[in-house]
């Protein structure tokens, strides 16, 4: 699609939308447009029905994607745009990225030196606790997140739930058998204490589905079964909770500092 075309003319915005949406991930609202362009999401399409509205947001919150932003704006009106995206966030505005290649991804979860871990999900289930762990992993620059099983960590409610950060680590479906090198720290309550531990940045952190936690599988590649501290009693906790756990357990072992 020629993007001069479609700013100049929103009828052929909308066609090009309908075009490419099979294939591309809808970045929905303002967060997630502006957490993908910083972190390098192409971008070929954004619709807005209040154009005003939305470059106030980002003076606001957000002025080093404003150039960005004014330059791929197109204004459609607010009926014909709910037609493309019935579910439209509060801020009215909507755009379509292109998904990194798999071949990028396994490149990046493959890359050594690792200097931080890559975040294993065993088939997990919970759409909105996927998108969760992607937000997770990007705020503490982990290498990727992966998951095994039928779920797909591109799908749009992960997506939502991601907040637009699927582009700022690697997001890829894997079979166990294929997983990242490195040393699996598989988290089970029934694994050592990870106070007692410190996780390298070449760390493989593994956690189970929800409904009933690690594989066979998954067990059988772990080099170490690591348990978070929990009263007698509870169970378990929530999976994209015990996620932020382990990430920070690792992150308190390095310098503090910009980034994670
Ligand atoms: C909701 S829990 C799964 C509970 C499941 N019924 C089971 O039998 O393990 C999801 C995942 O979070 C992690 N997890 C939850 N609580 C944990 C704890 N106290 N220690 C270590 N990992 C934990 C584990 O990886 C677990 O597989």
Known sequence: MNRTDATADPGGAERAWRGIAETSV??????????????????PLALTSDRAAVLALADELAPDVRDALDALLVRVPDERLRALVPRLHPTAVAALAVRPSRAANLEALARTPRTAPVVVLDDPRNLGNAGAVIRLAAGFGATGVVTTGTLDPWHPTVVRGGAGL??????????????????????????EDIRSLK??????????????????????????????????QVSSYNLATSVGMALFHWSAGRPPGPGA
């Open 166 to 191: 699927h582009f700022a680590t690697a997001v890829e479906r894997m079979d166990v058998a294929e997983l990242p090198h490195g040393p699996v720290f598989a988290l089970d309550a029934e694994g």
């Open 26 to 43: 809808l970045l929905d609202g303002f967060h997630a447009i502006k957490h993908a362009l910083r972190f390098g999401a192409s971008v």
């Open 199 to 232: 996780l390298p940045d070449d760390a493989v952190l593994a956690f189970g589905s929800e409904r009933s936690g690690l594989s066979e599988r998954l067990r059988a590649r772990a080099d170490h079964l690591v348990s978070l501290p929990m009263r007698p």
